[in-house]
């Protein structure tokens, strides 16, 4: 992998803003309208949850690791601005995602494998044909234009967690939440580094109820404030202590001294907050019905 996200692709030409990215989307419904009509989807980041429960569902009986997932998801979501969703099968793009991600991540799989493992989870909607997984994949490659290196925020969670005194706790919930962002068009929107200061953000603050939820969101203000501290009264100081208040103060006068967008921390901050009260109301079964109907009645599935 390239080691610098700065001169990477994915900066060049997977970094988008939201007005482009909407303009994007937007566009791809309103060449066929009619079909878009006919055929009514959940909400996007309902099928992203789904998109990744299935993926999981795979990776799982292939033992495919985490980052592989990872890079198979920004696949799917990379092919998915380009290409209007109901004029593919999700499922053999699913599969095919992650036996690229694998390939791509240095953890091949078979493509055999990967057909009989993705046709024994959705025998409904893949054939045993690897020649369609194959072609699904030149599709891929060719609409990402063969950009197919990912950089993760996993790495400057790593790096951060000594530098910011990071108790065991606190990196483990920075990686679950690392790990949900991936149900976001964050990947689409914003540098690594800053989803992952954004994880260690939250994981200081956030907590599984709705009043930590709240919390975090309120928490943020601090967040876009600390932009405008003075450099010399920003220090950490040299002592360190378990005290969740402090270290979000540690964390915050760190973002003051450094040259992260704090703005775009707040943002991602609140993107990730709203997904979570989102997906109360996700339903696997209304998207596996959804899906289930343009790909049945448009053939998709042969």
Known sequence: MAANYWVST????????????????????????????????????????????????????????????????????????????????????????????????????????VVSEARNIWPDFIISDVSKLGECEFSLISE?????????????????????????????????????????????????????????FLALTLKPTQAGLQAAASTAAALASASQLPKETSSTGSTMTNSPQVKVQNLVSWLAEGEVDIKAVVDCSQEIISLYDVLEQYSEKTCKEQMARFVKARGLDK
């Open 10 to 113: 994915q900066r060049r030409h997977w970094q988008f803003s939201r007005e482009a990215l909407m303009d994007i989307r937007q566009g791809l419904e309103d060449e066929d309208r009619n079909l878009v009509q006919q055929y009514p989807l959940p909400d996007r980041r309902h099928l992203s949850f789904f998109f990744n429960g299935q993926l999981a569902k795979l990776g799982k009986r292939m033992g495919v690791r985490q980052q592989a997932l990872a890079t198979a998801q920004v696949y799917v979501r990379r092919f998915y601005s380009k290409v209007e969703i109901r004029h593919t099968n999700p499922y053999l793009m699913l599969a095919t995602a992650l036996y690229l991600a694998c390939k791509m991540e240095e953890c091949p799989q078979h493509i055999r494998v």
């Open 144 to 200: 990402m234009n063969s950009q197919l290196i990912v950089h993760h925020p996993y790495r400057t969670l790593q790096e951060l967690q000594g530098t910011l005194n990071m108790a065991q706790e606190d990196v483990s919930l920075a990686w679950s939440i690392l790990n949900d962002h991936y149900l976001t068009d964050l990947p689409l929107l914003f540098p690594p580094h800053v989803i992952a200061v954004t994880a260690i």
